[in-house]
T-cell receptor, first 118, second 114 residues
Framework: DTAVSQTPKYLVTQMGNDKSIKCEQN?????MYWYKQDSKKFLKIMFS???????INETVPNRFSPKSPDKAHLNLHINSLELGDSAVYFC?????????????????FGPGTRLTVT | AQKVTQAQTEISVVEKEDVTLDCVYE???????LFWYKQPPSGELVFLIR??????QNEISGRYSWNFQKSTSSFNFTITASQVVDSAVYFC???????????FGTGTRLTIIP
Protein backbone atom coordinates (compact mmCIF):
# COMPACT_ATOMS: atom_id res chain seq x y z
CA ASP A 1 0.00 0.00 0.00
CA THR A 2 3.01 2.31 0.40
CA ALA A 3 2.67 5.15 -2.10
CA VAL A 4 6.30 6.27 -2.29
CA SER A 5 8.93 3.95 -0.90
CA GLN A 6 12.66 4.35 -0.46
CA THR A 7 15.42 1.91 0.37
CA PRO A 8 17.40 1.84 2.49
CA LYS A 9 15.97 3.87 5.36
CA TYR A 10 19.38 4.26 6.97
CA LEU A 11 22.75 4.26 5.28
CA VAL A 12 26.05 4.58 7.10
CA THR A 13 29.19 4.59 5.02
CA GLN A 14 32.72 5.91 4.87
CA MET A 15 34.07 8.83 2.93
CA GLY A 16 35.02 7.97 -0.61
CA ASN A 17 32.52 5.16 -1.02
CA ASP A 18 29.82 4.99 -3.68
CA LYS A 19 26.23 4.33 -2.66
CA SER A 20 22.75 4.24 -4.15
CA ILE A 21 19.29 5.02 -2.83
CA LYS A 22 16.27 3.54 -4.55
CA CYS A 23 12.83 5.07 -4.88
CA GLU A 24 9.59 3.63 -6.21
CA GLN A 25 6.11 5.10 -6.44
CA ASN A 26 2.91 3.17 -7.11
CA UNK A 27 0.69 6.23 -7.57
CA UNK A 28 0.95 6.30 -11.35
CA UNK A 29 2.54 9.74 -11.19
CA UNK A 30 4.53 11.17 -14.06
CA UNK A 31 6.98 13.33 -12.12
CA MET A 32 9.49 12.30 -9.47
CA TYR A 33 11.94 14.28 -7.37
CA TRP A 34 14.89 14.05 -5.03
CA TYR A 35 15.23 16.45 -2.11
CA LYS A 36 17.96 16.90 0.46
CA GLN A 37 17.14 17.87 4.04
CA ASP A 38 20.11 19.13 6.01
CA SER A 39 20.70 19.06 9.75
CA LYS A 40 18.77 22.30 10.17
CA LYS A 41 15.74 20.74 8.49
CA PHE A 42 16.10 22.88 5.38
CA LEU A 43 14.59 21.14 2.35
CA LYS A 44 16.04 21.75 -1.08
CA ILE A 45 15.22 20.14 -4.40
CA MET A 46 18.02 18.34 -6.16
CA PHE A 47 16.47 16.74 -9.23
CA SER A 48 13.17 16.33 -10.98
CA UNK A 49 12.26 13.78 -13.64
CA UNK A 50 9.16 13.79 -15.80
CA UNK A 51 8.43 10.48 -17.48
CA UNK A 52 12.09 9.45 -17.31
CA UNK A 53 13.35 12.81 -18.59
CA UNK A 54 15.48 15.10 -16.41
CA UNK A 55 13.66 18.40 -15.83
CA ILE A 56 15.42 20.01 -12.88
CA ASN A 57 19.05 19.77 -11.87
CA GLU A 58 19.68 22.24 -9.09
CA THR A 59 23.41 22.91 -9.00
CA VAL A 60 24.10 19.55 -7.49
CA PRO A 61 27.70 18.23 -7.64
CA ASN A 62 28.11 15.79 -10.48
CA ARG A 63 28.98 13.12 -7.93
CA PHE A 64 25.21 12.81 -7.65
CA SER A 65 23.59 11.05 -10.56
CA PRO A 66 19.89 10.27 -10.74
CA LYS A 67 18.64 7.44 -12.88
CA SER A 68 15.09 6.73 -13.91
CA PRO A 69 14.63 3.30 -15.52
CA ASP A 70 10.88 3.91 -15.81
CA LYS A 71 8.44 6.52 -14.60
CA ALA A 72 7.75 4.61 -11.38
CA HIS A 73 11.38 4.55 -10.28
CA LEU A 74 13.96 7.21 -9.59
CA ASN A 75 17.25 6.13 -8.06
CA LEU A 76 20.03 8.30 -6.72
CA HIS A 77 23.64 7.26 -7.03
CA ILE A 78 26.33 9.11 -5.14
CA ASN A 79 30.02 8.73 -5.94
CA SER A 80 32.97 9.53 -3.71
CA LEU A 81 30.88 10.35 -0.68
CA GLU A 82 31.93 13.33 1.45
CA LEU A 83 31.15 14.27 5.03
CA GLY A 84 28.92 17.10 3.79
CA ASP A 85 26.67 14.62 2.02
CA SER A 86 25.33 13.49 5.38
CA ALA A 87 21.64 14.39 5.34
CA VAL A 88 18.19 12.94 4.91
CA TYR A 89 17.28 12.36 1.26
CA PHE A 90 13.64 12.35 0.28
CA CYS A 91 12.10 11.03 -2.86
CA UNK A 92 8.75 12.47 -3.95
CA UNK A 93 6.27 12.20 -6.79
CA UNK A 94 3.39 14.22 -8.19
CA UNK A 95 0.69 13.56 -10.76
CA UNK A 96 1.55 16.69 -12.64
CA UNK A 97 4.75 18.58 -12.05
CA UNK A 98 3.96 21.59 -14.17
CA UNK A 99 0.53 22.51 -12.91
CA UNK A 100 -2.76 22.77 -14.71
CA UNK A 101 -5.95 24.11 -13.20
CA UNK A 102 -7.70 21.35 -11.35
CA UNK A 103 -4.85 18.90 -11.67
CA UNK A 104 -3.09 17.69 -8.57
CA UNK A 105 0.36 19.21 -8.28
CA UNK A 106 1.04 18.30 -4.68
CA UNK A 107 4.05 16.14 -4.08
CA UNK A 108 3.94 13.00 -2.01
CA PHE A 109 7.10 12.10 -0.18
CA GLY A 110 8.79 8.86 0.68
CA PRO A 111 9.89 8.10 4.25
CA GLY A 112 13.38 9.46 3.69
CA THR A 113 16.84 7.89 3.75
CA ARG A 114 19.17 9.07 6.47
CA LEU A 115 22.68 9.03 5.05
CA THR A 116 25.61 9.28 7.45
CA VAL A 117 29.09 9.61 6.05
CA THR A 118 31.93 8.94 8.49
CA ALA B 1 12.46 34.18 -7.95
CA GLN B 2 10.21 32.77 -5.29
CA LYS B 3 10.58 32.74 -1.56
CA VAL B 4 8.71 31.40 1.44
CA THR B 5 9.21 32.85 4.90
CA GLN B 6 8.20 31.15 8.11
CA ALA B 7 9.32 33.66 10.70
CA GLN B 8 8.37 31.49 13.68
CA THR B 9 11.21 29.08 14.24
CA GLU B 10 9.71 27.38 17.29
CA ILE B 11 6.37 27.59 19.05
CA SER B 12 5.29 25.89 22.26
CA VAL B 13 1.72 25.86 23.51
CA VAL B 14 -0.13 23.96 26.17
CA GLU B 15 -2.45 21.23 24.96
CA LYS B 16 -5.94 22.41 23.95
CA GLU B 17 -4.74 25.89 23.10
CA ASP B 18 -5.16 27.24 19.61
CA VAL B 19 -2.05 28.03 17.61
CA THR B 20 -1.41 29.78 14.29
CA LEU B 21 1.60 29.13 12.10
CA ASP B 22 2.51 31.99 9.79
CA CYS B 23 3.63 31.74 6.18
CA VAL B 24 4.49 34.63 3.89
CA TYR B 25 5.42 34.04 0.28
CA GLU B 26 6.92 36.02 -2.59
CA UNK B 27 6.42 35.39 -6.28
CA UNK B 28 5.93 37.45 -9.42
CA UNK B 29 3.83 34.77 -11.04
CA UNK B 30 0.08 35.20 -11.13
CA UNK B 31 -0.66 31.47 -11.02
CA UNK B 32 0.88 29.53 -8.19
CA UNK B 33 0.17 26.91 -5.57
CA LEU B 34 0.72 26.93 -1.83
CA PHE B 35 1.13 23.91 0.39
CA TRP B 36 1.53 22.87 3.98
CA TYR B 37 3.43 19.77 5.01
CA LYS B 38 3.84 18.18 8.43
CA GLN B 39 7.01 16.42 9.54
CA PRO B 40 6.40 14.53 12.81
CA PRO B 41 9.28 13.27 14.96
CA SER B 42 9.25 10.01 12.98
CA GLY B 43 10.62 12.02 10.05
CA GLU B 44 8.25 11.51 7.15
CA LEU B 45 6.77 14.45 5.26
CA VAL B 46 3.00 14.44 5.19
CA PHE B 47 1.03 16.53 2.71
CA LEU B 48 -1.74 18.51 4.44
CA ILE B 49 -3.22 20.93 1.94
CA ARG B 50 -2.84 22.63 -1.45
CA UNK B 51 -4.33 26.00 -2.26
CA UNK B 52 -4.39 27.47 -5.80
CA UNK B 53 -3.73 31.18 -6.29
CA UNK B 54 -7.04 31.64 -8.07
CA UNK B 55 -9.03 30.20 -5.18
CA UNK B 56 -8.93 32.36 -2.07
CA GLN B 57 -11.52 30.38 -0.15
CA ASN B 58 -10.37 29.46 3.29
CA GLU B 59 -10.50 25.83 4.22
CA ILE B 60 -11.30 23.93 7.36
CA SER B 61 -10.56 20.28 7.97
CA GLY B 62 -11.43 19.14 11.47
CA ARG B 63 -9.20 21.04 13.88
CA TYR B 64 -7.12 22.46 11.04
CA SER B 65 -7.91 25.63 9.13
CA TRP B 66 -6.05 27.65 6.56
CA ASN B 67 -6.32 31.36 5.82
CA PHE B 68 -5.11 32.40 2.37
CA GLN B 69 -4.85 36.15 1.77
CA LYS B 70 -3.36 37.32 -1.53
CA SER B 71 -3.42 40.94 -0.39
CA THR B 72 -0.81 40.18 2.25
CA SER B 73 0.80 37.20 0.46
CA SER B 74 0.10 35.00 3.44
CA PHE B 75 -1.11 31.45 3.89
CA ASN B 76 -1.49 30.86 7.61
CA PHE B 77 -2.34 27.61 9.33
CA THR B 78 -4.35 27.37 12.53
CA ILE B 79 -4.75 24.36 14.77
CA THR B 80 -7.58 24.61 17.24
CA ALA B 81 -7.68 22.66 20.48
CA SER B 82 -4.13 21.44 19.91
CA GLN B 83 -3.13 17.90 20.84
CA VAL B 84 0.22 16.33 21.63
CA VAL B 85 0.08 14.48 18.30
CA ASP B 86 0.25 17.86 16.56
CA SER B 87 3.86 18.24 17.72
CA ALA B 88 5.91 18.36 14.55
CA VAL B 89 7.81 20.62 12.18
CA TYR B 90 5.43 22.28 9.75
CA PHE B 91 6.58 23.47 6.35
CA CYS B 92 4.90 25.93 4.05
CA UNK B 93 5.83 25.62 0.36
CA UNK B 94 5.24 27.41 -2.93
CA UNK B 95 5.19 26.25 -6.53
CA UNK B 96 4.54 28.39 -9.60
CA UNK B 97 2.69 27.32 -12.71
CA UNK B 98 4.95 25.74 -15.29
CA UNK B 99 7.73 25.10 -12.83
CA UNK B 100 8.23 21.73 -11.16
CA UNK B 101 10.28 23.26 -8.38
CA UNK B 102 8.74 23.33 -4.90
CA UNK B 103 10.25 26.01 -2.67
CA PHE B 104 10.01 25.33 1.04
CA GLY B 105 10.08 27.67 3.99
CA THR B 106 12.49 26.91 6.81
CA GLY B 107 9.79 25.27 8.90
CA THR B 108 8.19 25.95 12.28
CA ARG B 109 8.77 23.47 15.08
CA LEU B 110 5.55 23.16 17.05
CA THR B 111 5.63 21.58 20.50
CA ILE B 112 2.40 20.82 22.30
CA ILE B 113 2.93 20.55 26.04
CA PRO B 114 0.64 18.05 27.77
Amino acid sequence: DTAVSQTPKYLVTQMGNDKSIKCEQNLGHDTMYWYKQDSKKFLKIMFSYNNKELIINETVPNRFSPKSPDKAHLNLHINSLELGDSAVYFCASSQDGVGLAGVRVEQYFGPGTRLTVT
Amino acid sequence: AQKVTQAQTEISVVEKEDVTLDCVYETRDTTYYLFWYKQPPSGELVFLIRRNSFDEQNEISGRYSWNFQKSTSSFNFTITASQVVDSAVYFCALKTFGNEKLTFGTGTRLTIIP
